[in-house]
């Protein structure tokens, strides 16, 4: 069963890069997913910030792709966010998500989630 | 990217119907996909493409779609489904997009 979980510091200074780690366990990161970056500020909804395929193809949330890297590590199984010049806007919970493409039927959705970390920014 | 519309909230009465909207021009391209978050919990996918359900969702919940308009529909709603609701999608330039989210309280 597949499973992902997200490592990363807690605490991060403001104008810093919030770094953040996804491990895949129980099946391959080269399977045919996009694999993407989730996240929900306290009190508020789901913001989507980018995903990756196992190519390297990237997609980023227009409103922060200045600032957004994701990558991906075919050999440790896992992928990564980098996110610059962060302020306390961007403290949040962050989710790293599988996600499901099939351009044919229109379909796409997340068919599994990591628990999530808090990230907070504050000095 | 394009926006996904819902409602905040939205309460029903235990064991009736109840029916959650998503509005975005993306959904005439793209099937909605539905989930629910607890407090203090990840999402959980409930419906997905036309109307799926993922092993372990209770039949209860189903899914449709018209026009710009995707729904999801709680069929004797259960004082478990209290929760968050979010619709998602792809939009036109391939972004990702959530709706707001919907707060369903079950009196």
């Known amino acids: 069963q597949v499973q992902l979980q997200e490592s990363g510091p807690g605490l991060v200074k403001p104008s810093g890069t919030l770094s953040l780690t996804c491990a895949v366990s129980?099946?391959?990161?080269?399977?045919?997913?996009?694999w993407s970056w989730v996240r929900q500020p306290p009190g508020k909804g789901l913001e989507w910030i980018g995903e990756?395929?196992?190519?390297?193809?990237?997609n980023y949330n227009p409103s922060l792709k200045s600032r957004v890297t994701i990558s991906v590590d075919k050999s440790k199984n896992q992928f990564s966010l980098k996110l610059s010049s962060v302020t306390a806007a961007d403290t949040a919970v962050y989710y790293c998500?599988?996600?499901?493409?099939?351009?044919?039927?229109?379909?796409?959705?997340?068919?599994?989630w990591g628990r999530g970390t808090l990230v907070t920014v504050s000095s | 990217s394009s926006e996904l519309t819902q409602d905040p909230a939205v309460s029903v009465a235990l064991g009736q119907t109840v029916r959650i909207t998503c509005q975005g021009d993306?959904?005439?391209?793209?099937?909605a996909s539905w989930y629910q978050q607890k407090p203090g919990q990840a999402p959980v996918l409930v419906i997905y493409?036309?109307?799926n359900r993922p092993s372990g969702i209770p039949d209860r919940f189903s899914g449709s779609s018209s026009g710009n308009t995707a729904s999801l529909t709680i069929t004797g709603a259960q004082a478990e489904d209290e929760a968050d609701y979010y619709c998602?999608?792809?939009?036109?330039?391939?972004?990702?997009?959530f709706g707001g989210g919907t707060k369903l309280t079950v009196l």
């Open positions: 998602n999608s792809r939009d036109s330039s391939g972004d990702v997009v």
């Open positions: 998500a599988r996600g499901e493409w099939l351009v044919q039927s229109g379909d796409w959705y997340f068919d599994l």
């Open positions: 993306s959904l005439r391209s793209y099937y």
């Open positions: 129980g099946g391959s990161i080269s399977s045919s997913n996009w």
């Open positions: 493409g036309k109307n």
């Open positions: 990756i395929y196992h190519s390297g193809s990237t």
